[in-house]
């Protein structure tokens, strides 16, 4: 246990569920050195609540009407609001997950979790670390994976950014300019970039590829 | 639901749209291909086209330009036009062939073979007592006659111009000539008349012959300038004809027939003159005056060639003086005086069959035959030649071009048609190509009996064509159909997801969270009550658990892009994560796309099993086998966990559910499990077989079959599957 006793951590509480609403702020306020400063049961009302009020911890729904948990998140980081936010949901897929955490999430949490997990994931994120269960953090890595680039496709990215034509690629690796450009449009979308030369920067300065001499 | 109503109005639309074009199709043709749609027509008939006419009764042809009927039928017709024409004018100019009277025709309907059988107005000009007639007919006669005062009265080959106008009730009838150009007319008035009708153009016990036919629309003012012209202003309604007009009138007196000339027998001159060529005299009917004139009595016929004599017609009686040259079968009579006796009603022809016509007996007389077309060609000098057979005998008619071409055109290889025409054996018209050759005297001659029998290889190829690519659209539209259903359920899968993952399973997090709070506060001695609270929270939470899984299994995963043993095999990955069970899943089989309705059957009935090894059997190994083999895929669960005596478990719901989802698509389900060696699961789904064009005919009526068979079961059990 962390000890931070002296000062409670102040949390809001986003679910568009009224009964999850009241079972978690019931929940955590009986715990000592939580201070549950409200909940709202929308993005909307958060962002309002968060301008107004000091809070360290977002328990966030991921699915709300309107505006969910990602776009909420965004929109915090694009207010600049430093609150340190974990995502509380009953269902997840690899996508959910990935997008929160490309969103900005620190902890990711299933509303099934027992008390114990809840009160140390609100704990570790408050002391400024990642809180992720280890199969969710598995499927995560999974999930990013996914957006790895295959060795030939860093063969072809590293060509790009000497900044050799498709057809030139083509000829140094014995495939076809049509073949190439697949493997263009591939990296492009890997990287989700818009075009190839912001393909060659992105993968310079994520250090993908190095600075071809 | 939404796809099923987007698709009935798109079916709707296109429908629609379908039978307007298709009406507008129609409508347009019928306007084009009707040259007197427009309420204006005008024929010289010096195109050689006339195919917008249609005759009852007569032989009308083209010939030079003029549209001639050479028979003395009475009442001949030739109708054009549209039913629904009105006021309008017809004049035309023409002239006979002999005695009798020829003319126009206005408002003519519900017209049928016969003399006066047809309903609406006749003008015409009449040799018998000189007169301009007009009248109505109405499946018989009332007529208003008037003496034409034409310096020298109606002549046979003389030229004359007839109008004939209809406005509201009123009809006048005009006649000029080059020797009166000031119009003789006669006017009448019908109270009950009839208000629309066609034009047409007939003769009466002559021939005629017309041109410059023209038609146009008239006003009230084109009735009064005509009627300002007329002459005879004392009759006004049609009444009975006088006793001069009858069919029966007396004739113009008949030249004298001269008693020394010694007539003989058309069959006599063949072997009469066999020896020593000389002159005779016969007397005879003309049977064929174009392109050959051709003279019959009752003995024979005869061809005549190098007459001297004007426009003969068929039915002439004639008398024919000239040299004989005694043919094979039938005499020819060359540098012939002819000279015409009476005007009489064409010879009926005689009825023989083909073989027949063939032995020469019938040389050069008027005969009717019947046979099947085999064949049809444009020969020199336009003419137009049909090849027949009949009973194994093979001829040729010859018809020649003009209106004829017409029903040349339209008469369909196969056909059994009835000819009428002359007999000829001569070889230089046969070219010894068959035994004999059919001369026809106008497009009349052809009566087509039956149209070519339908079972033809063409029309039976197109119709099995028809049927393959009907069937192949109705299998193409039935998976549509099914899969547009499919998704109509995943859809639906979808949204009950959704709406338990936003009610069940958040009042159970809630709820949980709730009864922790509870706990927190409670204080530690109330020992009893903390363990109820913990049992309340245990039961929660699984049951948040088993919500949780019901969501899991409701949404559609994406087995499209995903394959489905890869699809199996993460699932089983992602429920033993932590665990130390080891999945194994393989791959037999040449892989093959599965529809989706299998797919998912497959994916749900694994998930199933899986789910249900996981959580009693407790194994160490999980092997996930996908087999495909020729017309089936088989997928298979097996653990080596605790197992369990089938017969206990067997008719319970999760098993009972995988069978019940297995048999929607036809699947076979087995189960075996021994206690201590564990379970296995094996569903094998049959899979439409691969379509090659060796394999499609086969695929298609047992797809076909099937489909029937299960269209009714499988959406009954579509609907409990539903609800676990």
Redesign the interface.
């Known amino acids: 246990m962390p000890d931070l006793r002296s000062s409670p951590i102040r949390i809001l509480i986003v679910?568009d569920?009224?009964?999850?609403?009241?079972?978690?702020t019931?929940?955590l306020?009986?715990?000592p050195d939580f201070d549950v400063v409200g909940s709202a049961s929308g993005g909307e009302e958060a962002l309002e609540m968060l301008r107004t009020r000091t809070t360290d911890i977002l328990l966030l729904d991921l699915?709300m009407p309107g505006m969910n948990g990602v776009d909420t998140l965004l929109a915090i980081r694009a207010e600049r609001i430093h609150v340190r936010a974990i995502i509380l949901t009953?269902?997840e897929t690899d996508e959910d997950i990935y997008r929160s955490v490309q969103a900005g999430a620190q902890g990711y949490l299933l509303?099934?979790a027992?008390?114990s997990d809840m009160v140390e994931a609100i704990h570790t994120v408050h002391a400024g670390r990642r809180y992720l269960p280890?199969?969710i953090a598995?499927?995560l890595a999974e999930r990013i994976m996914r957006t790895e680039l295959t060795a030939r496709e860093l063969e072809v990215l590293h060509m790009l950014a000497r900044g050799l034509t498709n057809k030139e690629i083509g000829n140094a690796l014995l495939i076809s300019g049509n073949t190439v450009r697949n493997h263009v449009n591939s990296i492009i979308e890997k990287l989700e970039v818009s075009d190839r030369t912001e393909a060659a920067t992105t993968a310079i300065q994520r250090g993908i590829i190095e600075v071809p001499t | 639901m939404r796809i099923t109503s987007s698709m009935r109005r798109g079916v709707l639309i296109g429908g629609g749209a379908f039978i307007a074009a298709a009406v507008g199709l129609i409508g347009w043709r019928a306007f084009v291909r009707n040259p007197i749609g427009a309420h204006f027509y005008q024929d010289s008939f010096v195109r050689g086209k006339a195919e917008e006419w249609t005759a009852l009764g007569g032989t009308w042809e083209l010939m030079n330009g003029l549209m001639r009927n050479d028979s003395d039928e009475r009442g001949a017709k030739l109708i054009t036009g549209s039913p629904r024409w009105r006021n309008y004018s017809v004049e035309a100019d023409l002239s006979l062939l002999g005695q009798g009277d020829a003319g126009l025709i206005i408002r003519s309907g519900r017209e049928e073979e016969g003399v006066d059988a047809y309903s609406g107005y006749y003008a015409g000009i009449r040799t018998i007592d000189d007169s301009l007639v007009l009248g109505r007919a109405e499946h018989g006669w009332r007529e208003v006659t008037k003496k034409a005062s034409i310096p020298g009265g109606i002549q046979p080959f003389a030229r004359y111009h007839l109008k004939l106008l209809a406005y509201d009730c009123q009809i006048v009838a005009a006649i000029t000539s080059a020797s009166r150009p000031s119009p003789e007319s006669i006017a009448i008035t019908d109270p009950d008349c009839v208000p629309s009708g066609r034009v047409g153009l007939r003769s009466y016990r002559s021939g005629g012959t017309w041109s410059n036919v023209i038609v146009r629309p008239v006003d009230h003012d084109d009735l009064m300038a005509m009627l300002s012209n007329e002459t005879d202003r004392g009759v006004r309604a049609p009444g009975i004809p006088p006793p001069s007009n009858s069919a029966f009138a007396p004739l113009a007196p008949l030249p004298a027939l001269r008693p020394n000339v010694h007539v003989e027998s058309i069959e006599s001159l063949r072997l009469a003159y066999l020896a020593r060529p000389a002159e005779a005299t016969i007397r005879g009917v003309v049977i064929l005056n174009a392109p050959m004139l051709f003279v019959q009595d009752s003995t024979g016929g005869v061809y005549v060639t190098q007459h001297q004599s004007p426009a003969l017609k068929v039915g002439d009686e004639v008398e024919v003086t000239g040299m004989v040259r005694p043919g094979e079968f039938s005499s020819v009579i060359d540098n012939a005086n002819i000279r015409v006796l009476w005007e009489g009603i064409p010879v009926a022809p005689v009825a023989v069959t083909a073989p027949q016509a063939s032995t020469g007996k019938f040389d050069a007389t008027f005969i009717e035959v019947q046979g099947r077309l085999s064949a049809k060609e444009r020969g020199p000098e336009n003419t137009l030649i049909l090849d027949l057979e009949e009973a194994g005998q093979s001829f040729r008619a010859i018809m020649n071009p003009g209106r004829s071409a017409y029903v040349f055109d339209r008469l369909k290889i196969g056909s059994r048609v009835s000819l009428r025409g002359i007999c000829v054996v001569d070889p230089a018209i046969t070219n010894n190509l068959t035994p004999f050759v059919l001369l026809l005297r106008s497009s009349e001659d052809v009566n087509v009996l039956a149209g070519p029998p339908w079972w033809s290889t063409g029309h039976v190829l197109a119709m099995l064509a028809a049927i393959l690519l009907l069937g192949v659209v109705s299998v193409f539209v039935f998976q549509r159909v099914e899969n547009w259903r499919l998704r109509a359920v995943l859809d639906e899968r979808e949204r009950l997801a959704h709406e338990m993952h936003d009610t069940l399973a958040q009042s159970f997090a809630g709820i949980g969270f709730q009864l922790q709070a509870i706990r927190n506060n409670l204080p530690e001695r109330e020992a009893t009550i903390h363990q109820q609270l913990e049992l309340a929270s245990n039961l929660v939470r699984h049951s948040h658990e088993e919500a949780r899984r019901s969501i899991a299994m409701l949404r559609p995963q994406s087995l499209e892009s995903e394959d489905l043993l890869s699809a199996l095999d993460l699932h089983a990955r992602r429920l033993v994560e932590g665990g130390s069970v080891r999945v194994v899943s393989e791959k037999t089989g040449e892989a093959r796309s599965i529809p989706l309705r299998v797919a998912d059957t497959l994916f749900r009935v694994g998930q199933e099993s899986i789910a249900n090894s996981l959580r009693h059997a407790n194994p160490s190994v999980l092997k996930i086998r996908l087999q495909y083999d020729e017309n089936s895929a088989s997928l298979q669960v097996e653990d080596d966990g605790t197992g369990f005596i089938p017969e206990d478990i067997s008719q319970g719901f999760g098993i009972r559910g995988m069978r019940r989802r297995a048999q929607t698509v036809s699947a076979t389900f087995h189960l075996n499990s021994t206690p201590g060696e564990g379970t296995r699961i094996e569903v094998t789904a049959p899979l439409p077989p691969r379509l090659t064009f060796a394999t499609w005919p086969k695929f298609l009526s047992k797809y076909l079959m099937e489909s029937w068979i299960h269209a009714r079961p499988s959406k009954l059990s579509n609907s409990h599957s539903y609800r676990g």
Do not use: E, I, N
Not at chain 1, 17 to 24: C, I, N
């Open positions: 679910d569920h009224p009964v999850v609403l009241a079972g978690l019931s929940m306020s009986t715990q699915r009953s269902f509303k099934g027992p008390q280890r199969h598995a499927r």
